[in-house]
T-cell receptor, first 117, second 115 residues
Framework: EAGVAQSPRYKIIEKRQSVAFWCNPI?????LYWYQQILGQGPKLLIQ????????DSQLPKDRFSAERLKGVDSTLKIQPAKLEDSAVYLC???????????????FGAGTRLSVL | KQEVTQIPAALSVPEGENLVLNCSFT??????LQWFRQDPGKGLTSLLL?????REQTSGRLNASLDKSSGRSTLYIAASQPGDSATYLC??????????????FGTGTRLLVSP
């Protein structure tokens, strides 16, 4: 079974530029998550999709971050314009279990490391 | 608001030692608690998942315990090996107002096992 695929692996941009990350979840997984992991911290959930609908984006800085999951499969996360504090690893995860079940294991991709200069 | 704390932040031990990583959380209303491993430049790998009704889970040399009432979990690693060197993250699954679930992570413990 193929894992969660993310691209690119690394990205370096200057502040005020735009950037986009792509994620392809495990086939058949209905739930997709984007996390931001700043160096030295644990991952923080930015947005959660159930199929192509958003179920939680409470910690997504909506003035600059956007995400979509067209057709309920792969997803893109965009930052426009980027700030220095957006430097982090952006992790995508997916799970097969519907929310509400206690054994809801998330499978993570390798992440995209973003450096904003 | 759920907060998850991990102690110590970093740990260095010689090969063969048994060790304990600690995790504490502020809100006992959780569905489960998970321990993850993160290697540099890689994503997270789930090691153990303890349901809220369980007290512990074991996998090989790993044993995780959960005490919901005190808001604590421990990850015990027996006979540590250099290959165990990684960052270990604790995360609790809590229910959001939407009815969906959310993982809240601790800041992790960086483990170095020297040969």
């Amino acid at each position: 079974e193929a894992g969660v695929a993310q691209s690119p692996r690394y990205k370096i941009i200057e502040k005020r530029q735009s950037v986009a990350f792509w994620c392809n979840p495990i086939s058949g997984h209905a739930t997709l998550y984007w996390y931001q992991q700043i160096l030295g911290q644990g991952p923080k959930l930015l947005i959660q999709f159930q199929n192509n609908g958003v179920v939680d984006d409470s910690q997504l800085p909506k003035d600059r971050f956007s995400a979509e999951r067209l057709k309920g499969v792969d997803s893109t996360l965009k930052i426009q314009p980027a700030k220095l504090e957006d430097s982090a690893v952006y992790l995508c995860a997916s799970s097969s279990h519907l929310s509400g079940l206690s054994k809801n294991i998330q499978y993570f991709g390798a992440g995209t490391r973003l450096s904003v200069l | 608001k759920q907060e998850v704390t991990q102690i110590p932040a970093a740990l260095s031990v010689p090969e063969g030692e048994n060790l304990v990583l600690n995790c504490s959380f502020t809100d006992s209303a959780i569905y489960n608690l998970q321990w993850f491993r993160q290697d540099p430049g890689k994503g997270l790998t789930s090691l153990l998942l303890i349901q809220s009704s369980q007290r512990e889970q074991t996998s090989g040399r790993l044993n995780a315990s959960l005490d919901k009432s005190s808001g604590r979990s421990t990850l015990y690693i027996a006979a540590s090996q250099p290959g165990d060197s990684a960052t270990y993250l604790c995360a609790v699954m809590r229910r959001m107002n939407t009815g969906f679930q959310k993982l809240v992570f601790g800041t992790g413990t960086r483990l170095l096992v020297s040969p």
